[in-house]
């Protein structure tokens, strides 16, 4: 059994944010590009992507 704190990390390609392994992606996990069906399909939409530091600032608005 894996602790929390000891778990594999990556960065998202989409929205740059880490996001830690998960079960269901334990045979894929080489795979794993996105840290959520949200990123993934925006990813594949045709429009400028927002870059996430004015995610980040329009945050604390």
């Known amino acids: 059994m894996r602790r929390k704190g000891n778990l594999p990390e990556k960065n998202c390609v989409e929205c740059q ?14 795979q ?13 939409q045709p429009y400028p992507k927002v870059p996430a530091s004015m995610y980040q600032a329009s945050k604390h608005l």
């Open 32 to 44: 794993v590009r996105y840290c959520s069906e949200r990123c993934r399909r925006s990813a594949k």
């Open 17 to 30: 944010r880490p996001f830690t392994w998960r079960k269901k992606w334990a045979r894929c996990w080489d």
